[in-house]
């Protein structure tokens, strides 16, 4: 079993920035990837971004540029850095692991306002 806990969230002014953590805990060892979707107001969850355990980063066109995924293994932790925030990167970030299946997140409100 493995469990995630976010953290980071919150209300920021377009233009600004916030960081994301995500802590895996249970049994970390059988990840092969974690990352972030989110999902706006009566819009579809959306990839956010992605990275494996060697690293290989993966991002939505959208972020580019202005975010950035990062890992800890030793701790089991994912960051996601979100630079340069648009009020269109308001939504509600999920972090997930993947080891086989989707392993999800609570959720983290992250509001940007104009």
């Known amino acids: 079993q493995v469990q995630l806990v976010e953290s980071g969230g919150g209300l920021v002014q377009a233009g600004g920035f916030l960081r994301l953590s995500c802590a895996a805990s249970g049994s970390t060892f059988s990840i092969n990837a974690m990352g972030w979707f989110r999902q706006a107001l009566g819009k579809q969850r959306e990839l956010v971004a992605d990275i494996t355990r060697r690293g290989t980063t993966n991002y939505a066109d959208s972020v580019k540029g202005r975010f950035t995924i990062s890992r800890d293994n030793a701790k089991d932790i994912i960051y996601l850095q979100m630079n340069t925030l648009k009020p269109e990167d308001t939504a509600v970030y999920y972090c997930?692991?993947?080891?086989?299946?989707?392993?999800w997140g609570q959720g983290t409100q992250v509001t940007v306002s104009s």
């Open positions: 997930y692991a993947y080891n086989n299946a989707y392993i």
